[in-house]
């Protein structure tokens, strides 16, 4: 699975969006960009996954550069409950996931 | 629907004993794989499972055995506990997928070793 780079660390006003970044420059043609969160040490939660188009569901969206090297994942309307750290893992499928550090988002009033 | 089912939730264990963590799913999910995760970490791949009698090893492996007799259960065993495996504990289960898949994990398992 192809390395991620993440900001440790990201703050946002509730209400606002909330614009989390990743680099992926090392990815391949069959690898998808996949985005977890997790809040308070839970079980990670998906947020959403893509493979070149941009991708929007009601949690969120990705957007992929045409190149693939990097994405960005967008809570359109951050709110407290979305404070969590923010994982982007590439993988080519299966149950195999490689998690980084990921970005702790900070949702502050 | 239960989703992903981990127990115990809390175990507080002395060095040297054994255990093993449960793990149900119930959503007939052929994939199936068990991490742990340290303080201040990511999560790291123990075991994982592509379907009842086959199993592999993930990327810290040493210390713990799976076995996968059905679909619906995955558990993972401690044979002799150690205090480096004070960890949080997640299973984690998915269909398999050409065009990708989304994993569902558990709430987790957190183990103490004294």
């Known amino acids: 699975d192809a390395k991620t780079t993440q900001p440790p660390s990201m703050d946002c006003a509730e209400g606002r969006a909330a614009n989390l970044p990743c680099n992926h420059s090392?990815?391949?043609?069959?690898?998808?960009v996949y985005w977890y969160r997790q809040i308070h040490s839970q079980g990670p939660q998906y947020i959403i996954h893509?493979?070149?188009n941009n991708e929007t569901n009601e949690m969120a969206s990705l957007i992929i550069t045409e190149d693939r090297k990097s994405s960005t994942l967008i809570l359109p309307h951050a709110t407290l409950r979305d404070t969590a750290v923010y994982y982007c893992?590439?993988?080519?499928?299966?149950?195999?996931?490689?998690f980084g550090t990921g970005t702790q988002l900070k949702v502050e009033l | 629907n239960a989703g992903v089912t981990q127990t115990p939730k809390f175990q507080v264990l002395k060095t040297g004993q054994s255990m093993t963590l449960q793990c149900a799913q119930d959503m007939n999910h052929e994939y199936m794989s068990w991490y742990r995760q340290d303080p201040g970490m990511g999560l790291r791949l123990i075991h994982y499972s592509v379907g009842a009698g086959i199993t592999d090893q993930g990327e810290v492996p040493n210390g713990y055995n799976v076995s996968r007799s059905t679909t619906e259960d995955f558990p993972l065993r401690l044979l002799s506990a150690a205090p480096s495996q004070t960890s949080v504990y997640f299973c984690?289960?998915?269909?398999?997928?050409?065009?990708?898949?989304?994993?569902?994990f558990g709430e987790g398992s957190w183990l103490t070793v004294v």
């Open positions: 984690a289960s998915s269909y398999s997928s050409t065009s990708g898949n989304t994993i569902y």
């Open positions: 893509g493979l070149k």
């Open positions: 893992i590439v993988t080519g499928g299966g149950n195999k996931l490689t």
């Open positions: 090392t990815i391949s043609g069959n690898e998808y």
